[in-house]
Nanobody, 117 residues
Framework: QVQLVESGGDLVQPGESLRLSCVASGFEIYNFQMEWYRQAPGEPREMVAT???????KYADSVKGRFTISRDNAKNTVFLQMNSLKPEDTAVYTCSARRFVFNEQYWGQGTQVTVSS
């Protein structure tokens, strides 16, 4: 059974850090592009960061310099290190595994990140 399970979401104050994890099971991520998305209440889902199987990364302008995506293929896990968090980072963060050649994409259930004083 293919599954992506996110963890690490929490309630934090502005300026603090969080590290999200996304563990895959039922498939191996090594040949998938891994992605983090977020969706705030009343807003459309937006791409936060992506990392290819060659570890090429891409970030939304709003998180550049603050967030870092990484992957550990041996652990079948992708991470999102979030520093200098802002209230506008509050959202449900969801990871995705995408393999373009087969038009294949899997989604996790999401983890809540709330940034508030």
């Amino acid at each position: 059974q293919v599954q992506l399970v996110e963890s690490g979401g929490d309630l934090v104050q502005p300026g603090e850090s969080l590290r999200l994890s996304c563990v895959a099971s039922g498939f191996e991520i090594y040949n998938f592009q891994m992605e983090w998305y977020r969706q705030a209440p009343g807003e459309p889902r937006e791409m936060v960061a992506t990392i290819t199987n060659n570890k090429i990364t891409k970030y939304a302008d709003s998180v550049k310099g603050r967030f870092t995506i990484s992957r550990d293929n041996a652990k079948n896990t992708v991470f999102l290190q979030m520093n200098s968090l802002k209230p506008e980072d509050t959202a449900v963060y969801t990871c995705s595994a995408r393999r373009f050649v087969f038009n294949e994409q899997y989604w996790g259930q999401g983890t809540q990140v709330t940034v508030s004083s």
